[in-house]
T-cell receptor, first 116, second 114 residues
Framework: ETGVTQTPRHLVMGMTNKKSLKCEQHLGHNAMYWYKQSAKKPLELMFVYSLEERVENNSVPSRFSPECPNSSHLFLHLHTLQPEDSALYLC???????????????FGPGTRLTVL | LAKTTQPISMDSYEGQEVNITCSHNNIATNDYITWYQQFPSQGPRFIIQGYKTKVTNEVASLFIPADRKSSTLSLPRVSLSDTAVYYCLVGGAYSGAGSYQLTFGKGTKLSVIP
């Protein structure tokens, strides 16, 4: 138990569906992250929110839309996904020092997404 | 953007010391180096972080040479429960352009043999 929870743990969706992934951290951290982990590929950073402001967007397709309503919650809204978007989506949080992100990150268990 | 290279896999016997090296030739001046461990069906777990020279904690040591173009994670006396994938992460310093570049390596699958 890392203090970061993700729901749902598994999700199967069609290409025309709209769904959302939820992440919650109970650690009092000020930064949250979304990562994508595909088979045989390294972890890819998708989005970073620091102090609820998005500070990183690694050229992620617009069919992925993040939302961070407060420092404890992070969402990833999904719409019109493609089969190649099937992957493990991981959320993480950290307490960032001034000018430095990606300090000790605490990861959730991930959501295994399958797009049919 | 710092690119990292790690061995794909390593095998070790129980009780041995294991050293996993990560190459990051174009590491930026303010980038940190962090190592994570990941078990199947779980998110990665932080092991250790450093900037230069040597860092040690209760589970591992991290060696970083003066040029910082590589780093070595050292696990003393591994056990079967250390079988996992180990990732090196480079980056984190705010680039000043609204961006924190964080680049994970492809990971090293460590198998500990009884």
């Amino acid at each position: 138990e890392t203090g970061v929870t993700q729901t749902p743990r598994h999700l199967v969706m069609g290409m025309t569906n709209k769904k959302s992934l939820k992440c919650e951290q109970h650690l009092g951290h000020n930064a949250m992250y979304w990562y994508k982990q595909s088979a045989k590929k390294p972890l890819e950073l998708m989005f970073v929110y620091s102090l609820e402001e998005r500070v990183e967007n690694n050229s992620v397709p617009s069919r992925f839309s993040p939302e961070c309503p407060n420092s404890s919650h992070l969402f990833l809204h999904l719409h019109t996904l493609q089969p190649e978007d099937s992957a493990l989506y991981l959320c993480a949080s950290s307490q960032d020092k001034r000018g430095l992100a990606g300090g000790e990150q605490f990861f959730g268990p991930g959501t295994r997404l399958t797009v049919l | 953007l710092a690119k990292t290279t790690q061995p794909i896999s390593m095998d070790s016997y129980e009780g041995q010391e294991v050293n996993i090296t990560c190459s990051h030739n174009n590491i930026a001046t303010n980038d940190y180096i962090t190592w994570y461990q990941q078990f199947p069906s779980q998110g990665p777990r932080f092991i250790i972080q450093g900037y230069k020279t040597k860092v040690t904690n209760e589970v591992a040591s991290l060696f970083i040479p003066a040029d910082r173009k590589s780093s070595t994670l050292s696990l003393p006396r591994v056990s079967l429960s250390d079988t996992a994938v180990y990732y090196c992460l480079v980056g984190g310093a705010y680039s000043g352009a609204g961006s924190y570049q964080l680049t994970f390596g492809k990971g090293t699958k460590l198998s500990v043999i009884p």
